[in-house]
């Protein structure tokens, strides 16, 4: 048996995902927990060790005969983190994440530095906003001189697992394109922002490879470590938002995949590079080749945890409350703001709880409405691709909230667009084992396409499918109208 390994290294756990690319089946997986270090000045940080030990663990949990039977590995990693290394390659200080908001203040001097947002959008297509991992550099700078003088290289956490495989210091487009110093119409890193920050900045950047290219091959290092064979293929990776695109199959026009986690994504592929002049679409590369415009909310799930935890509930008794109130939740809305938020822009956004009365505030509309405020969130990433003339034919729906027959009917019915879940519930972690399977190939001289791959590997005929329901999209349109006008009356308390 030979077997490609997907590995996913999320915000809350680490993931790796065996697949018998020959039978067409997942053969093992395991998971280990990450920790999340988080202050009240918005800062959301990470041990760069604490990777390593994960996927220590995560390779523990899998057979001996498993592990050996290994070809080739793909890396999926969150986007934007930013992992500072010395000229030795050890950690100079704690991984600053996709969701700390502290640098608002640097966005703010860099985007001033840039000449405005519309120069910003010129050179790099996206606006420089506090999840980028541009602010985080130059936040180091100015809060750690000391440690930033000894940078010598800026990885992002799916770098950084390729590093600890390879020992190499390469990069791909599309989680390149995440961080703000990065051209995606040319698709190069920005001399003109990485000078912004440091004239030697860019020398710190990794040289960037196609999606397809390896990375490396394991080290005899890294073998003896994580108990892998020495020398199998370890392929560019990317970030967890690319490789969920191809463990979803959108990698064509027309599809849309939505992630329901602790933060909320919406993206589809497209063959040419899509800018979005008001900002709430990051205009991303995709990892095979293409774009990936792409909508990303801080707080998707985290509003219902944390109602859910207040109110003792499990995962189904909140469904079960949240689905006994009407859609609307009788007028309460919640904006969950608990983490700032990044769309819209409000890095100092709180959460809210609003239109209470005495006849509505029950445990039911709370529930409803703090369920519905995450894929409201999402509705807004919707009308920018409408503006942008993007023609979605059906959301891919992944993450934890895609398990909830509830969060799947709300999401077909806000969005006004047919939902399918596809069978595998790993579809960062698959869609980089796919990816490895593509370097292998073709490594080999093969002309295999990314889309014959999906093709092939990614099974969405046998998941569920919710259709919208025109009443409930009226109503939800209805809704969404409520939760617009609270979001625009308090948007500026949260800028």
């Known amino acids: 048996m030979k077997t490609v390994c997907g590995i996913d290294l999320g ?23 990450l920790e999340l270090i988080a202050r ?21 949990q899998i057979s001996p005969e498993n592990r050996a039977s290994i070809v080739a590995l793909g890396v999926s990693g969150q986007q934007h983190g930013f992992v500072p290394l010395d000229g030795e390659g050890k950690p100079l200080y704690q991984v600053k994440l996709w969701c700390d908001t502290s640098t608002a203040k640097e966005c703010e001097e860099l985007t ?33 001189p000391e440690l930033y003088a000894k940078l010598r290289h800026v990885l992002l956490p799916h770098d950084y697992l390729n590093f600890l495989l390879t020992g190499n210091y390469v990069a791909e487009y599309g989680d390149a394109s995440g961080t ?62 690319m490789m969920g695109a191809i463990g979803t199959g959108t990698v064509e026009d027309g599809f849309l995949t939505m992630s329901l986690g602790t933060s909320g994504t919406l993206y589809g592929y497209s063959d040419s590079p899509v800018v979005d002049p008001e900002g709430n679409l990051a205009a991303f590369c995709s990892s095979t080749g293409g774009w990936l415009p792409l909508l ?48 819209p822009n409000l890095p100092n956004g709180r959460a809210s709880l609003l239109g209470l009365t ?45 398990k909830s027959p509830l969060w799947r009917s709300i999401v077909a019915n806000v969005m006004g667009l047919p939902v399918r879940v596809p069978e595998s519930d790993e579809a ?59 979001l625009a009356a308090l948007a500026p308390l949260y800028r």
Not at 40 to 60: H, K, M, T, V
Not at 133 to 139: D, E
Not at 196 to 208: K, N, T, V, W
Not at 375 to 380: D, K, L, S, V, W
């Open 428 to 486: 960062a972690a698959m869609g980089a084992a796919i990816q490895a399977l593509w370097c292998l190939e073709r490594s080999a001289g093969l002309s295999t396409t990314i889309k014959d791959l999906c093709a092939a590997h990614v099974r969405v005929d046998g998941g569920l499918t919710v259709e919208p329901d025109p009443a409930q999209v009226q109503a939800y349109n209805e809704a969404y109208g409520q939760y617009s006008k609270y």
């Open 11 to 33: 915000t809350q756990s680490c993931k790796v995902v065996v697949y018998d690319y020959e039978q067409k089946r997942v053969v093992q997986k395991a998971s280990a927990p």
């Open 296 to 343: 990303c909310t801080m707080n998707c799930t985290v509003a219902s945890e944390e109602f859910r935890q207040l109110f003792g509930m499990n995962v189904r008794e909140f469904d079960t409350v949240a689905a006994a109130a009407p859609i609307g939740a009788e007028g309460v809305v919640v904006l969950p703001f608990f983490n700032g938020e990044r769309t």
């Open 358 to 402: 005495q006849a509505n505030f029950r445990r039911e509309n709370i529930a409803r409405a703090t369920l519905e405020s995450a894929i409201f969130g999402m509705r807004i990433g919707l009308e920018s691709f409408k503006k942008l003339q993007f023609k979605a034919r059906e959301i891919r729906l992944i993450g934890g909230g895609a």
């Open 112 to 144: 001033a530095a840039a000449g405005g947002e519309a120069a910003l959008l010129k050179e790099t297509g996206l606006l420089m906003l506090p999840g980028y991992t541009a602010p985080k550099i130059y936040w180091l700078k100015k809060h750690k």
């Open 180 to 241: 703000a110093l990065f051209d995606v119409r040319n698709r190069r890193w920005s001399e003109k922002i990485c000078a912004l920050i440091d004239p030697h900045l860019i020398e710190y950047l990794p040289p960037l490879i196609e999606s397809h290219a390896m990375a490396g091959t394991v080290s005899a290092e890294a073998a003896k470590k994580y108990g892998i064979p020495e020398g199998a293929l370890v392929a560019s990776g990317g970030g967890d938002n």
């Open 40 to 60: 009240n000045d918005g800062s959301r940080e990470q041990e760069a060790d604490w990777y390593d030990n994960a996927l220590r663990q995560c390779f523990n």
